[in-house]
């Protein structure tokens, strides 16, 4: 997947970054989002940001040219690990059912790895100018392609009901979204791989699949297939 452009404050672009860059830049972002966790996104500045991050407020805009450009930063980087994530988990070998375990189970992962930043799409992304809302959206979209193509296929295969696809898949988005909404509650019982496996049942299930010991299969064999 070709990588998203990186705009530096002084408006130059990449495809690539150097890693010392990459780094301070998560630095940041992590800062960032600790912030506008505690006090929200509207309360938060360029100079709280660069307090938390124990760096200049000149580096911090070196990096990012407005704290709406941080949140709208946060927010991509989901969803560029799931365009870089579900694609190939998708294409893997193996049946529908099979393929299907292990692009959700990518799904949820990416979720548990951002769960901070998941958190906090939810609860600020409406203040984001129009043009960062409709990127967003067109990014969750095509995020949600390989999901919809491989239920596609297993209907067409008759591995699962004819059902609305649509729906189906963005059911399946909300519940890994769920992983980070409800995290305080969901991880006092079970690990995330735990969460993944009995969801993987229950959307086969949902499904009308025959084959529920695809989600066996899938996660015994560490979720990839």
């Not at 530096?8 to 912030?35: C, F, K, M, N, Y």
């Not at 911090?60 to 450009?69: C, I, L, M, V, W």
């Amino acid at each position: 997947m070709p990588s998203r452009p990186i705009t530096t404050a002084a408006g130059a672009e990449s495809g690539t970054a150097d890693p010392h860059w990459l780094l301070r830049r998560g630095q940041l972002l992590a800062a960032a989002i600790r912030v506008m966790q505690r006090t929200g996104y509207h309360e938060m500045s360029m100079q709280a940001l660069a307090d938390e991050a124990q760096v200049s407020v000149g580096l911090a805009y070196r990096y990012f040219r407005s704290k709406e450009e941080v949140l709208l930063a946060a927010i991509l980087d989901i969803l560029d690990a799931l365009r870089a994530d579900l694609p190939t988990a998708a294409a893997g070998a193996g049946s529908a059912p099979e393929r299907l375990c292990a692009a959700f189970a990518a799904y949820v992962r990416v979720i548990d790895r951002y769960r901070q930043s998941v958190l906090l799409t939810y609860r600020e992304s409406a203040t984001l100018s129009r043009g960062g809302r409709d990127r967003i959206k067109e990014l969750e979209i095509a995020t949600a392609a390989p999901l919809m193509h491989v239920v596609s296929e297993g209907i067409a295969l008759g591995e699962f009901a004819d059902c609305d696809v649509e729906l189906a898949v963005y059911n399946m988005i909300l519940i890994a979204h769920g992983w980070a909404l409800k995290h305080w509650l969901l991880a006092r019982t079970r690990t995330v791989e735990q969460y993944i496996h009995q969801q993987c049942r229950s959307i086969l299930r949902s499904l009308d699949c025959a084959d529920l010991a695809a989600a066996d299969r899938v996660l015994s064999a560490g979720g990839s297939w």
